[in-house]
């Protein structure tokens, strides 16, 4: 697979950590099972990454990940951060890539539609809350 790819090239499309398998299963023509050991799996969140490795365009998507009870959701330019039971912080990365200016207080209606579409796909996806350190 690899003489498919044009050597030295460069792409701005997006891609983050479960479009890895995705693009494994797709570069080996495997698929994911439905079932393993007897119980149902949830399906690959990811997308193959080939088209973007070809030079092709992705459609635009919603991007969600959540680590140790931080938490972020990104469409498009906008993205919406929180650290562990912190609150929401919202950044529009493409004129602020540092993250440096939170624009949660100007733009509430954005946050709340965000947080929205992260909890949705925080319950569809099993995420659970990260415990509190008991004291």
């Known amino acids: 697979w690899p003489a498919q790819l044009r ?7 997006t891609g983050y950590l ?14 994911f099972p ?3 050991a007897g ?17 092709k ?5 919603t991007l969600y990940w959540e680590h140790e ?11 919406l951060v929180a650290q562990h039971e912190g609150a929401w912080e919202l950044y529009d990365i493409e004129a602020d890539r540092a993250e440096l200016h939170d624009l949660s207080r100007q733009q509430p209606q954005r946050v709340a539609a965000l947080s929205a579409l ?6 569809r996806c099993g995420v659970l809350p ?5 004291k």
Do not use: I
């Not at 050597?7 to 499309?13: L, P, W």
């Not at 479960?18 to 698929?31: I, V, Y």
């Not at 119980?39 to 030079?55: D, H, Y």
């Open 39 to 55: 119980r149902a799996t949830l399906p690959p969140e990811g997308v193959s990454l080939l088209p973007a490795l070809r030079g």
């Open 18 to 31: 479960p479009d890895l398998m995705a693009t494994c299963l797709d570069l080996a023509g495997a698929t």
């Open 57 to 61: 365009s992705f459609e635009p998507r």
């Open 118 to 123: 992260y909890a949705d796909w925080a319950k």
């Open 69 to 79: 009870g931080n938490r972020a959701v990104r469409q498009g330019k906008w993205k």
């Open 7 to 13: 050597a030295g090239s460069f792409s701005r499309e």
């Open 130 to 134: 990260w415990p509190v350190p008991r």
């Open 34 to 36: 439905k079932n393993f």
